[in-house]
């Protein structure tokens, strides 16, 4: 896989893709997408993008972050777990997590020219932490 497939936390490499699938085998997902951004402790930390199924009133991030916990091990539960109605994706149905990463970190989005659904980026939220050093 490519190298941001993989998310390396306190020297533990995790698959992006088995902990997206590990999420969405959660019966109150639909879909889901793993990012990593940048840890002061851990070197990077896992950012889960998670699209709850129609007939669901509520998922909650904890529930994920114990989900994960259980299923890969400690090392794998992520910092933040953010509930979104869509991800962008391009016209071939790909997630486009380098904008998922980009706007999590407050960065510029950069080429949006593969991508179908715009109005996603707007309602997804950005997490900078307000004590992050440049």
């Given amino acids: 896989g490519r190298v941001d497939d993989v998310i390396n936390v306190s020297g533990h490499r995790l698959s992006t893709a088995e902990i ?16 990593s951004i940048p840890d002061d402790i851990t ?22 972050k114990n ?17 979104v109605n869509d991800l962008p994706k391009t016209r071939t149905g790909k997630v486009m997590r380098r904008l998922l990463k980009s706007k999590v970190q407050g960065k510029t989005l950069g080429d949006l020219s593969s991508l179908e659904n715009p ?13 992050r050093q440049k």
């Fill in 43 to 64: 070197g990077e930390s896992i950012v889960i993008f998670a699209v709850p199924e129609k007939n669901t009133d509520t998922v909650f991030e904890e529930q994920i």
């Fill in 67 to 83: 989900y994960i916990s259980e299923k890969i091990g400690k090392v794998a539960r992520p910092k933040h777990v953010l509930i």
């Fill in 20 to 35: 997206e699938q590990c999420v969405i085998s959660h019966e109150d997902v639909s879909e889901a997408a793993a990012i």
């Fill in 119 to 131: 109005s996603v980026l707007e309602d997804l939220p950005t997490l900078v932490e307000k004590n």
